[in-house]
């Protein structure tokens, strides 16, 4: 069971400056569920009238861009297809440049599959066809769609694993949260004995390479922030660009190490901006 922590929040430690492009998690980081995190709407619309760039960066496959515009427009926050990647957007990039011809399961929700079919891929469900096992985030996955997974890389040794994102759980307003693509990537490697080969979620710098296409933008003119160490900051800290922690997802101020001596620390999202 998660606990809070029993320590006093400590200050945040706050950018003094402007930078000319913000990139955001949304999970945890702008939202938790159906709910717009505190600050999120006025901070968004702050860097809009600044006249900044705005991205947004989700690992989440289970929605589609155009749902995440959606979604964010029900929260007041009106964004543009250009503005949102996830790893949806980059599954379909890395198959389409690698792996073109390639045959794909993928134990998805359907925007993943539409996706997938709307790139022109073949999707099967006969072990004996099947190229890449893709393992994602996936509320339908069962024990058949295990067990095909399983046939496919072990007993016809012709598939490869891959993955959406690395995230094991994703968090939910009331503190619990759900298993995510780490979980079911974990159930087929530990059958199979086949390692995952390939991610395709933070902290893979594919992820942010997407979001930056079309900023000819140096990275320590953005800004990364995310709730997520392991993913949203550590992408950030590997490619050299600025990073922020918020700590309204999974991060908690205690969590942070000195591989995150350069990173700012917020305790509300509108932190972000220069006080
Ligand atoms: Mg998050």
Request: glycine residues 6%; aromatic residues 8%.
């Amino acid at each position: 069971m998660k606990t809070g922590s029993s320590l006093a929040t400590p200050p945040a430690v706050r950018p003094s400056c402007w930078y000319d492009a913000y990139f955001f998690d949304l999970d945890g980081t702008i939202y938790l569920g159906d709910e717009a995190l505190p600050g999120a709407v006025e901070t968004i619309a702050c860097l809009r009238r600044r006249g900044v760039q705005v991205r947004f960066l989700s690992n989440n496959p289970t929605k589609s861009p155009q749902q995440y515009v959606d979604k964010l427009a029900g929260m007041g926050i009106a964004t543009t297809l250009d503005e949102i990647t996830t790893s949806i957007t980059t599954t379909v990039w890395w198959l389409t440049t690698y792996h073109r011809e390639a045959t794909i399961f993928p134990i998805a929700e359907e925007p993943l599959c539409q996706a997938l079919r709307e790139a022109g891929f073949r999707l099967s469900d006969d072990p004996s066809q099947i190229d890449i096992v893709i393992a994602s985030y996936d509320r339908g996955f069962d024990y058949a769609k295990l067990q095909t997974a399983f046939d496919a890389l072990w007993y016809h040794k012709r598939a490869i694993l891959i993955q959406t994102n690395p995230d094991r759980y994703c968090p939910f307003p009331d503190g619990r949260g759900q298993p995510d693509a780490a979980a079911i990537t974990a159930a087929i490697e530990a059958c199979a004995q086949v390692p995952c080969q390939a991610s395709m979620g933070k902290p893979s710098p594919l992820l942010l390479e997407a979001g930056l296409a079309g900023l000819d933008l140096p990275h320590d003119r953005c800004i990364m922030t995310g709730d997520r160490l392991g993913t949203d900051i550590r992408m950030a800290i590997d490619a050299h660009m600025p990073a922020a922690v918020v700590f309204t997802g999974e991060a908690r101020p205690e969590d942070l190490t000195a591989l995150h001596a350069d990173v700012f620390r917020l305790n509300s999202i509108n932190q972000l901006l220069p006080g």
